[in-house]
């Protein structure tokens, strides 16, 4: 059967596909510097080489994912003009100062980096080379700062005023410090530290059920679990607040998420389930008053319902799935490390029994789903929208026969880019294991059992 050609639905694919696999790479680019440098701080604390030596190899593994995400972001600014031109021409000069801030954030990070990784050990003060990291952190940081300004401004336009669709009289600032900034770069940032020390834990956790129960390892895991505590913590209350924007900014958005169709106070908040086509949700789990609380902090706080919205400006309610997704994953890996945390607490406890090391393992992948699905819901719960309330997506894509042939051709390219660096990192670390390292630096003696480092 012929299937009429798109230009538009194969944008909306291509970018997708960019999106997704850029932000596996951004993810740890922005969270991994914090704990390289808490590692390496660590390491001068405690004078305890085995930090340093982790600080060290995660700046190694790091090098790389930064390799490949400097491709991809690359990709995402060639298309925003090549699949988006009359988004870019209309909006492009109003996000023209965060996307340059962003590139100079990055170069600046970059900068650092390379001094970091070429002065190991040629410092007498260990504390020099430790100050080196510091600009990368804060470089990382902000790139996601500046870049998420720009997505920001995509859901709470401002800034501007329209003639002839034309954004006018553009004030940069307003346009980047919109309502939608404070959460969402919250959210954002601490996401990327959370998702980072679970993959890096996840590492730790393969390694010690694999057999290899030098200390190391379990410090690895405890650095990564005890961060991990304090990062899921602050996403929970970035996400308490990110409900109460949404509540006010895009309620819309947010009653697509929870399935709420009627206007109501003492609204519940609805997970899982099933849709049927009369809108009746089936077999969720319903939680009294909690989408009221999370909307205005109140029972009290009316919720505006998807009925009350036009049909052709809601965004699909599969959106739903990817809202609980993020929300599940991110209550488990708080329930994870703060167990781990707690029973290596107990001094006659065993806190990397094979149960808890699996439940660590599995929370490096849920992580980086919950990260996919994260974005998925905040730009597929805007849509008819690439700029909330004034371009649609339709508006703002190309007019090309071409973006079919595009999309193969990026396929290819991150299927090339994902097993090359899968292929380098495995080798990178396979090829040098921790314990061998150790024995070239003569730290073989330090694996003394360590419970609560």
Request: charged share 15%; hydrophobic share 50%.
């Amino acid at each position: 059967m012929f299937v009429e050609y798109d230009p538009v639905l194969y944008s909306r694919i291509l970018t997708a596909l960019t999106l997704g696999f850029h932000v596996i790479f951004a993810t740890l680019g922005v969270g991994v510097p914090l704990m390289i440098a808490i590692a390496e701080w660590m390491g001068i604390r405690r004078n305890d080489p085995h930090y340093t030596l982790m600080a060290r190899r995660w700046a190694r593994g790091f090098v790389v994912t930064v390799a490949v995400g400097v491709v991809t972001g690359t990709a995402i600014a060639l298309q925003l003009s090549l699949l988006w031109p009359n988004f870019m021409q209309a909006a492009g000069h109003t996000i023209g100062l965060p996307m340059f801030m962003e590139a100079f954030a990055f170069f600046f990070e970059a900068i650092f980096l390379g001094i970091y990784l070429y002065t190991w050990d040629r410092f007498k003060s260990k504390l020099k080379h430790f100050l080196l990291i510091i600009p990368i952190v804060i470089g990382a940081t902000a790139s996601a700062f500046f870049i998420t300004t720009v997505n920001s401004f995509m859901n709470a336009p401002q800034g501007f005023t329209i003639v002839d669709g034309i954004l006018t009289d553009v004030s940069p600032l307003a346009a980047m410090f919109n309502p939608a900034t404070p959460t969402k770069i919250a959210h954002v940032i601490v996401t990327c530290y959370l998702t980072s020390a679970f993959v890096l834990g996840a590492i730790a956790a393969f390694n010690l059920l694999k057999g290899k129960t030098h200390v190391y390892h379990k410090k690895a895991l405890h650095l990564t679990m005890v961060t991990g505590v304090i990062f899921a913590i602050g996403t929970a209350v970035i996400g308490d607040l990110s409900g109460k924007y949404l509540h006010e900014y895009q309620p819309e958005k947010l009653a697509a998420a929870e399935w709420h169709f009627e206007t109501e106070s003492e609204a519940p908040l609805i997970l899982g389930g099933i849709l049927t086509e009369d809108n009746e949700v089936r077999f969720a789990l319903e939680i009294p008053y909690a989408l009221s609380i999370l909307a205005g902090g109140s029972t009290d706080t009316v919720v505006v319902g998807l009925n009350d919205f036009p049909e052709e400006y809601l965004p699909p309610l599969w959106v739903h799935y990817m809202f609980d997704l993020m929300v599940f994953i991110g209550m488990y890996l708080a329930a994870v490390s703060t167990l781990f945390v707690f029973v290596n607490w107990k001094k006659n406890w065993n806190a990397f029994n094979r149960p808890l090391l699996w439940s660590v393992f599995a929370g490096g992948p849920l992580a980086m789903v919950a990260i996919q699905s994260g974005w998925l819901f905040a730009e597929v719960g805007r849509q008819p929208w690439i700029l909330n309330g004034v371009m649609t997506v339709a508006e703002g894509a190309t007019t090309s026969q071409h973006v079919d042939i595009m999309l193969v051709l990026f396929i290819i390219l991150y299927t090339i880019l994902g097993t090359t660096c899968v292929m380098v990192l495995r080798r990178m670390f396979k090829s040098n294991p921790v314990e061998h390292e150790l024995e070239k630096r003569g730290l073989v003696h330090l694996n003394s059992h360590v419970s609560n480092q």
